[in-house]
């Protein structure tokens, strides 16, 4: 396993976990745009984007595009969140040029007028479904509640609002702002011919300009809110409530993670023995989310509406058990082995650890083997973990729960 | 592509089978037990699922909770499920913890406790997790679909019924597993990273002498056309059809399952190119192979806004009807590119490849070969390919929508 890291001429950078023993590789481009780049009345262009980003270039048709992807034989998608988009796919090592050709000609998408209204059906049928499913967008409305006029409060998908009103000018200049070289990283993994990559690499993005793209990096000042929602057709209540946890680029991440599975991992944890497996609710759990400035430290309960009170104030009482039942050495270890095996064996695929780096890169600009992942979890100490138990008792925090009937 | 493929017998006659893939850090297994829905006695529908739920609740040396604590000191990645003819239990680790991680396993097989004192919890989960599909629409729609198409005992859902739920007691468990729990017909199979020597000598020890009644087998399974609309108060209907196709001991699967390729393996597939790129009618809409015993159906969803529901449905059906015009030479060229490559990624996986060899033992009794099954796919012809959907069209169809309106759709009796 080898790291490699260059810069072309653009300011693309070009990285690289190569595995010569592996079966496949994967690349994937990684933008550093999301929904937190947008502009409040843009919300969901990116994206929109990237569902454009399939339809065609310049000299092919989206049939083209979507007929080769299959030519090659790759396993290949795409996927927005609040900071990144990324496009990737799988090939086999033959295809490897094959397969950059058509992933860097994607960059540089038609955006055609015709395209884009079909396209925009197919969002408006993706937002409709997620509308329909639990928990009913209650996600949305926390990050809302807790970020407010942070540029993390936009919703990924936009609203059906904004999404019918984007026009296809304003998404080509987002477009040219955001899939700058300089605002763009190139990863793969597996077998790869690393020289190989970044000479076709080099060929076939050398007309493509830097375009300085900032993010606005915003402490956010957390807001404390309690919100029901009712959803009648629901027959479950779902109660999700964020608090504040360490950013992406915090070592304290590792503690927080540890403590999300002591707490609340889907099993063998305090929430599991406590409300999952004697009955009490279908689900039950705790876990962080990480952005670049900022994290959440999240838990989410589900289950039957009569039964709800008293489970929530069951999750409240274990949250907030910091001094009176401290974590043991026993919870941290297990812990420690579930993370660190999980990790190992989801790390065989190559397609998996594309993201690992990937991620790692664009945001910390930093390269980790998973035995350097897996020593920052086995350094965490039983009083690092205990003091953030603790500090959990006193947050701020935004509770949305949605459900059948009103006021929980 | 290097393949070595080990099958054994136990001294009680139940299969082991073994994968070698020495390049991978893990090893991962699957134990296939013939114990499905399909035997659960009609007024206790969703015992297999609370016997496989208080197996794990206390087994051999370890109580409920040391299960869950050995596994996660271990660090094994495991599911359990049912389905109408199984019992399946599937475990994935670093292979140097392989004999500790098979030792749970067994006991959860064989030396269940069945503490009285957590049937009631095991019951409240059951219960809870059956209320929660509700809340599932798409979900949902399959359950019915499978119940409207494979009738009371085939069409049976893992989850259960409420009354069955509510009435099954800790005898019924027990008798459950006493009764289908059972090395005949039992497969163990394993990939990864393991020595096939000391995994044989582990597996006698620990499942050798287990021994159980004569396993029967199942009648033949008919699917039964017809259509059904549960009224529901979404934005979306979700639609699910399901028509007759050859089923996996076939041997003509790979011509159906082909077909079901050009319809929706890939971004270019028909189905995809239809119904999603042309008209932007849905988000998702897809085609899969499906066998239950000896009967085979292609099953196929899509969901959509209510007002566009009539159209989506009718151009999937247009768009699987277009079969019959051939398939073109490039369509086949893709859908071999794709199968060659999923062959060989099979290889990173050794959960996915377990799961596999255990699946194809119980369809099949053997296991087949990536070269075997490269041939077999290379040997597809456009002609092939029609002369297969000329000899097997889609009949006997199924519908179930789930939405506010019903959709009219007259091949249901065709």
Same mark, same amino acid.
């Given at each position: 396993m080898q790291f490699r890291s260059e810069k072309l001429s653009n300011g693309l950078e070009v990285i690289a976990e190569v595995n010569p023993e592996a079966f496949s590789l994967s690349l994937g481009y990684f933008v550093k745009?999301?929904? =937190? @780049?947008? +502009?409040p009345e843009m919300a969901g262009v990116s994206h929109f984007l990237e569902h454009m980003m399939f339809k065609g270039t310049a000299r092919r048709t989206a049939e083209d595009v979507n007929q080769e992807l299959d030519d090659l034989g790759s396993q290949s998608n795409a996927y927005t969140s609040e900071e990144q988009t990324v496009y990737y796919m799988s090939v086999l090592p033959e295809f490897q040029h094959a397969a950059l050709d058509l992933l860097s000609d994607m960059m540089r998408p038609a955006l055609r007028d015709e395209d884009f209204q079909t396209e925009r059906q197919v969002i408006l049928e993706e937002i409709a479904m997620y509308d329909d499913q639990p928990p009913y967008g209650a996600m949305e409305r926390a990050m809302e509640g807790y970020f407010?006029?942070?540029? &993390? +409060? =936009? =919703?990924? &998908?936009?609203t059906r609002e904004t999404v019918s009103e984007l026009d296809p000018k304003a998404m080509r200049a987002y477009h040219q702002a955001r899939y700058a070289p300089d605002n763009l990283t190139l990863v793969a993994s597996g077998a790869v011919d690393f020289e190989q990559l970044l000479k076709s690499a080099e060929a076939m993005t050398t007309q493509w300009k830097p375009s300085q793209a900032k993010r606005q990096l915003v402490t956010p000042t957390y807001c404390s809110d309690k919100l029901s929602m009712v959803h009648p057709p629901a027959t479950q209540q779902y109660t999700l409530q964020y608090s504040p946890g360490p950013s992406y680029?915090? @070592?304290a991440r590792y503690i927080a993670r540890i403590l999300g599975t002591i707490i609340g991992d889907d099993s063998g944890s305090r929430l599991f023995w406590e409300l999952v497996d004697t009955g009490m609710a279908e689900t039950a759990a705790t876990f962080t989310q990480e952005f670049q400035e900022c994290g959440l430290f999240c838990a989410f309960l589900a289950c039957a509406p009569e039964q709800h009170d008293e489970n929530w104030e069951i999750i409240q009482d274990i949250l907030g058990q910091g001094r009176d039942v401290p974590i043991t050495e026993l919870e941290l270890e297990l812990a420690k082995n579930k993370i660190c095996s999980g990790m190992i064996l989801g790390s065989e695929r190559p397609s998996n650890r594309l993201f690992s780096i990937g991620n790692a890169w664009t945001i910390r600009r930093k390269y980790e083997t998973i035995q350097d992942a897996s020593e920052h979890y086995r350094q965490v100490t039983l009083e690092e973990v205990q003091r953030a138990f603790e500090a959990l008792a006193n947050t701020t925090s935004v509770l949305v729960s949605v459900g059948p009937e009103a006021e929980i | 592509m290097q393949q070595k493929v080990f099958e054994h017998r136990l001294s009680n006659g139940m299969v082991v089978l073994g994968e070698s893939m020495p390049w991978l850090e893990s090893v991962a297994f699957s134990l296939l037990l013939p114990a499905g829905t399909r035997n659960e006695p009609s007024d206790r529908l969703g015992l297999a699922g609370m016997t496989l739920e208080m197996c794990q609740r206390g087994a051999g040396p370890y109580s409920s909770r040391d299960v869950v604590e050995r596994l996660d000191f271990l660090g094994v990645d495991r599911s359990s499920s049912v389905t109408t003819f199984h019992t399946s239990m599937s475990m994935a680790a670093m292979s140097r913890v392989l004999e500790p991680t098979l030792e749970v396993a067994a006991a959860i097989v064989l030396e269940p406790h069945f503490p009285e004192d957590e049937l009631e919890e095991a019951r409240q989960s059951a219960l809870l997790e059956l209320a929660s599909i509700d809340d599932d629409p798409a979900q949902k729609c399959f359950k019915e679909l499978k119940r409207l198409r494979f009738g009371d005992v085939f069409g049976?859902?893992?989850?259960?019924s409420e009354s069955g739920l509510k009435e099954t007691t800790l005898e019924d468990c027990k008798e459950f597993h006493r009764n289908h729990y059972n090395p005949d017909r039992s497969i163990l199979s394993l990939a990864g990273n393991f020595d096939w020597d000391r995994f044989l000598v582990i597996a006698e020890g620990l499942f050798g002498s287990w021994k159980g009644p004569a396993y029967i087998g199942p009648t033949s399974v008919l699917s039964i056309p017809g259509n059904s609309h549960l009224p529901h108060d979404s934005q979306q209907t979700h639609i699910a059809l399901a028509y007759d196709a050859v089923p996996y001991n076939h041997p003509e699967y790979y011509q159906g399952r082909g077909l079901v390729g050009i319809l929706s393996d890939g971004m270019s597939s028909r189905l995809f190119a239809e119904v999603r790129e042309k008209r932007g009618l849905v988000y998702s809409v897809s085609a899969s192979a499906h066998s239950l015993h000896d009967c085979g159906s292609v099953l196929c969803y899509a969901g959509t806004t209510a007002p566009r529901a009539q159209e989506t449905l009718d151009v999937t059906v247009q768009t699987i009807r277009s079969l019959e015009n051939g398939i073109d030479p490039a369509e086949l060229k893709r859908l071999k590119a794709r199968v060659r490559t999923a062959l060989v990624m099979e290889q990173e996986s050794s959960s996915s490849r377990s799961s596999q060899m255990a699946h194809d033992w119980a369809y099949l009794g053997r296991v087949p070969s990536r070269q075997e099954l490269l041939q077999t796919i290379e040997a597809l012809t456009c002609e092939s390919l029609l002369n297969h959907y000329q000899n097997h069209p889609p009949r006997r169809w199924s519908l179930v929508t789930i939405g506010p309106d019903s959709l009219e759709f007259s091949d249901a009796v065709s």
């Open positions: 745009t999301g929904s =937190r @780049d947008e +502009a407010r006029d942070h540029p &993390l +409060a =936009r =919703r990924v &998908l936009g680029c915090d @070592d | 049976r859902s893992s989850l259960g």
